[in-house]
């Protein structure tokens, strides 16, 4: 089974509501202060902190040319069908393997593993399902 990390589908987010709302007035007394944020930052890309200095000059680069695009690569990792808690434990163990050998990045583990996570839920509720049903015919009888 292969499984790729990817980003969410245009309008299928974990956020579907997307990001809250700024009121009027709020913006408007932000962008009032904005030349004087800037000129803060200016001053700062000089800071004797190369730290300071550098987040400074971070800030300056991001509002001259926007902040660099991401490139987010498909994670690519073929796994066995995952039905059974050991085969859990074998996509985890290979995942991790994948991991450290740099196949894959922490970000993308994180994203498998939680896909993983959804199927051992729902492996476990299936189960939980079929031992109640014997527990009622058990019962019935």
Known sequence: MAISAGQFQHGQS???????????EVRELARSKAP????????????DDPRVALAA???????????PAVEERKAIVDLAPVTSANDIV????????ATV??????????????????????????????RLQVVER????
């Not at 944020?37 to 890309?45: G, P, S």
């Not at 000059?57 to 902040?67: E, I, T």
């Not at 740099?102 to 079929?130: C, F, P, W, Y």
């Open 101 to 130: 050998q740099g196949d894959l990045g922490i970000s993308e583990l994180k994203d498998l593993a939680s896909v993983i996570e959804m199927q051992r839920r729902a492996i476990e509720t299936h189960e939980l399902e079929q």
């Open 90 to 97: 074998s996509a985890l163990s290979q995942l991790l393997a």
């Open 36 to 47: 004087e944020a800037f000129k803060r930052i200016m001053e700062l890309v000089e800071d």
């Open 57 to 67: 000059s971070n800030a300056v680069l991001d509002r001259a040319y926007g902040k």
């Open 138 to 141: 058990l019962a019935a009888k």
């Open 14 to 24: 974990g956020n579907r509501r997307g990001r809250p709302r700024i009121a009027p």
